[in-house]
């Protein structure tokens, strides 16, 4: 293997193997680790012991922001740049705003919270050493893998791997940087 290894991969073969083993590997103390599941796993984020994504937060700021682009565009356009008086109604009205500010607020929030969950992803990834394990494709057809990285503060190669065993982790491999 390579002198500086990425980290250990176990293999779990159903639902409850991998979410107890989760559940040890979060009690150990470990912050530098994932699941790797064909499927969503209702209840490993808790297992895991993962906190509720900040993603509504970017789609909040992307519909204020989208909200106040509209409202405001209105208001320029109908009061500064071009006022025109019809039939006695004023130059501004947020009523007449209202569909162009609800589209943009939409249109706003959906950019947002694609570029705030590709932020926060890290994406594009356009290379992972988990990629190099051999049997990495069965983590999308029917098998479960639990990746603990070796910058994780408490990885030690021996510790690590008897956790994952005791865990229930078969075929436990280094994996290459």
């Known amino acids: 293997m390579?002198?500086?290894?990425?980290?250990?991969?176990?293999t779990f073969e159903t639902v409850p193997d991998v979410m107890h083993a989760a559940e040890k590997v979060r009690d150990a103390g470990y912050k530098s680790w994932d699941c790797i599941t064909p499927f969503p796993v209702h209840g490993l984020d808790k297992a895991m012991g993962l906190k509720r994504?900040?993603?509504p937060r970017f789609s909040l700021v992307g519909g204020l922001i989208g909200f106040t682009t509209g409202m405001s565009m209105i208001f320029f356009t109908g009061a500064v740049d071009y006022p025109l008086i019809v039939g006695g109604k004023?130059?501004?009205?947020?009523?007449?705003?209202?569909?162009?500010?609800?589209?943009?607020?939409?249109?706003?929030?959906?950019?947002?919270?694609?570029?705030g969950m590709f932020f926060l992803n890290r994406l594009p990834m356009h290379?992972?050493?988990?990629?190099?394990?051999?049997?990495?494709?069965?983590?999308?057809?029917?098998?479960?893998?639990?990746?603990?990285?070796?910058?994780?503060?408490?990885?030690?190669?021996?510790?690590t791997k008897a956790l994952l065993e005791k865990a229930g982790g078969k075929s436990i491999t280094e994996l290459e940087a």
């Open 127 to 159: 290379y992972h050493p988990v990629l190099k394990y051999d049997q990495i494709h069965r983590g999308m057809d029917d098998l479960f893998f639990i990746v603990i990285d070796a910058r994780d503060p408490k990885f030690n190669f021996a510790a």
């Open 2 to 10: 390579a002198a500086q290894p990425h980290g250990l991969i176990a």
């Open 90 to 115: 004023p130059f501004f009205s947020p009523m007449f705003a209202f569909p162009v500010s609800y589209e943009l607020t939409i249109l706003f929030t959906a950019f947002a919270t694609i570029g």
């Open 53 to 55: 994504s900040i993603v």
